[in-house]
C-alpha cells in the first residue's frame, strides 16, 4: 500500500523559510515521479514543483528562484525548500506521485504565511 506523509509545515514570517518533507512507503519512490501542489482557501488545487526520478525539476512561475525540489532516494524522500515566503504561499501542501495513470496524494501539511 502506498502512503505518502508529509511534514515540515507551520507558520512563518514573511521572507522567512520553510523545508518540507514527504516520506514515501510502497515502494514507489524509483518509479515515480514526485511532485508537490498546493491548495490555498476559496482556491483550487495549483501545481508548484516536481522532480522525476532522473532529477529533472519543473517549477510554477510564481516560486522559481524561491523554491527547490530534490529527492533522497536513500530515504524515500521528496523535499520542498521554501525561502523568501510571502503571504501568497499561506496554503496547504501536498506530496504527490504519478506514473502514468497511477497517482497517489499526501493528507497534507499546513503552511501560513504571516506576521
Known amino acids: 500500500q502506498v502512503q505518502l506523509v508529509e511534514s515540515g509545515g507551520g507558520l512563518v514570517q514573511p521572507g522567512g523559510s520553510l523545508r518540507l518533507s514527504c516520506a514515501a512507503s510502497?515502494?514507489?519512490?524509483?518509479?515515480?515521479?514526485m511532485g508537490w501542489y498546493r491548495q490555498a482557501p476559496g482556491k483550487q488545487r495549483e501545481f508548484v514543483a516536481w522532480?522525476?526520478?532522473?532529477?529533472?525539476?519543473n517549477y510554477v512561475d510564481s516560486v522559481k528562484g524561491r523554491f527547490t525540489v530534490s529527492r533522497d532516494s536513500a530515504k524515500n524522500t521528496v523535499f520542498l525548500q521554501m525561502n523568501s515566503l510571502n503571504a501568497e504561499d499561506t496554503a496547504v501542501y501536498y506530496c504527490?506521485?504519478?506514473?502514468?495513470?497511477?497517482?497517489?496524494w499526501g493528507q497534507g501539511t499546513q503552511v501560513t504565511v504571516s506576521s
Open positions: 522532480i522525476t526520478v532522473g532529477g529533472s525539476t
Open positions: 504527490n506521485a504519478v506514473r502514468g495513470v497511477s497517482r497517489y
Open positions: 510502497g515502494n514507489i519512490f524509483s518509479a515515480y515521479t
